[in-house]
């Protein structure tokens, strides 16, 4: 998860670490991704615990137990699918200089 930030621009952003930085012919080129979250919608279930929890023994043999955990979550983009776009291209490219 990135950090969200708020520098010189109008508009929150978030910073992450999990965005490519090395793609493109020259593997220089990053992408950008932008989106409008007023119309897009989480929904999850309850205070984000668990709904269910299962007690299996496959792990009998060393006398350990494995807890699976289920638990339901939804994103819709809202009616503005183009909301969500990337931007990407050879403009992105810092200029050596």
Do not use: H
Request: charged share 10%.
């Amino acid at each position: 998860m990135g950090k969200v930030m708020s520098g010189n621009v109008l508009v929150p952003f978030v910073t992450s670490g999990n965005m490519p930085t090395n793609l493109g012919a020259g593997t220089n080129e990053p992408r950008i991704i932008v989106a409008d979250f007023r119309d897009c919608i989480l929904m999850g279930e309850g205070n984000a615990a668990p709904a269910q929890l299962r007690f299996d023994e496959p792990l009998s043999a060393s006398l350990g137990i494995r807890l699976v955990s289920y638990g339901y979550s939804a994103f819709a983009p809202g009616p503005q699918p183009k909301a969500i776009s990337v931007i990407s291209g050879t403009g992105l490219i810092v200029p050596a200089l």
